[in-house]
């Protein structure tokens, strides 16, 4: 069994940057795939960005790739997600997910899910 727990949303102006954390409680997180999703209000969850635990290889939706950056600290069993030059579309509820198997885009191959966290683009 794995726990997420994810930290750092808040609201943020127009153009601003926040950084996302996601604490994995896995003993082998190092082997984990992780990513983070994301679901607006009305809206179904979409992939944000992913990275593979022990390839290091990393996935970005086409909305965010040049402004946002996922890495991993395997020291720490933590995954970042860092976002630049935020849109109002990027507002929404950020979730962590992981599995064990392959890094993939799609909501359901991943296993373990965080409690997700609110990102809120404000003028």
């Known amino acids: 069994q794995v726990q997420l727990v994810e930290s750092g949303g808040g609201v943020v102006q127009i153009g601003g940057s926040m950084r996302l954390s996601c604490a994995a409680s896995a003993r082998t997180f190092s082997r984990f795939q992780l990513a983070w999703f994301r679901q607006a209000p009305g809206e179904a969850r979409e992939f944000v960005s992913g990275?593979?635990?022990?390839?290091?290889?990393?996935l970005y939706a086409d909305s965010v790739k040049g402004r946002f950056t996922i890495s991993s600290d395997n020291a720490k069993n933590t995954v970042y997600l860092q976002m630049n030059a935020l849109k109002p579309e990027d507002t929404a509820v950020y979730f962590c997910a992981a599995n064990r198997f392959i890094l993939t885009r799609r909501a359901e191959d991943f296993h373990y899910w965080g409690q997700g966290t609110q990102v809120t683009v404000s003028s």
């Open positions: 990275i593979g635990g022990s390839s290091g290889t990393t």
